[in-house]
């Protein structure tokens, strides 16, 4: 069983400011797929990347895969409160996510 | 896009009883549906994949006569929290994947909150 380890588990950070939160693995992603939960809600699909060294946009959350798809990590530049929620990771043929990063932004 | 639909969105009962909670795929066919649950402040911990018209697979660990699942059908899969009790209280969030969308998403659905008291 793939093992997943995201970090850090928790962050707090002022309306603004810029984090990267971390997905790693302990065998080789075939895709890696980036979710957010929002409390009470179910997750929601932000990106698959599939390509080691990959980098994908989506407005200010920046998503690379690494060149050994074993690793990943999502760069939210400018957080708002509304980034506010629990960032999940998970291996696109595997059911199962990492213990997810529980991101807190302040206005 | 897909849609999964959970049924209810919440619901509180009494220890001893049993509690059934719905997944439906509404706009699309899912032979397999996946059921989750979340206790506060923590990552979603798959319970069971739900295979339609076969029995379900139950992760190490999940009491399968605790937790029945039944996926009678390829629009809807059931579980049913049986003789529950305050320790049972949790999110249950259901996923699955509509195979003719070819990105192998996972949809899910908005969770139900299961409180026994």
């Known amino acids: 069983t793939q093992l997943l380890e995201q970090s850090p588990q928790f962050l707090s950070i002022q309306e603004g400011e810029n984090l990267t939160v971390y997905c790693n693995s302990s065998?080789?992603?075939?895709?890696l797929q980036w979710y957010r939960q929002e409390p009470g809600e179910g997750p929601v699909l932000l990106v698959t990347?599939?390509?080691?060294?990959e980098v994908k946009k989506l407005k200010r959350l920046t998503f690379q895969f690494g060149d050994a798809r074993k690793d990943s990590s999502l760069h939210i530049t400018a957080a708002q409160p509304g980034d506010t929620g629990l960032y999940l990771c998970a291996e696109n043929n595997d059911m199962r996510f990492g213990a997810g990063t529980r991101l807190t932004v302040k206005p | 896009g897909a849609v999964v639909s959970q049924h209810p969105s919440w619901v509180i009962c009494k220890s001893g009883t049993s509690v059934k909670i719905e997944c439906r795929s509404l706009d699309f066919q899912a032979t397999t549906m996946f059921w989750y649950r979340q206790f506060p402040k923590q990552s979603l911990m798959l319970m069971a994949t739900?295979?339609?018209?076969?029995?379900?697979?139950?992760e190490q660990g999940v009491e399968k006569d605790k937790f029945l699942i039944n996926h009678a059908s390829l629009t809807l899969s059931t579980l049913t929290v049986t003789s529950a009790h305050p320790e049972d209280s949790s999110f249950y969030i259901c996923s699955a994947r509509d195979p003719t969308s070819g990105a192998n998403v996972l949809t899910f659905g908005a969770g139900s909150r299961l409180t026994v008291l």
């Open positions: 739900s295979n339609e018209g076969s029995k379900a697979t139950y």
């Open positions: 065998s080789v992603f075939s895709s």
């Open positions: 990347v599939v390509t080691g060294g």
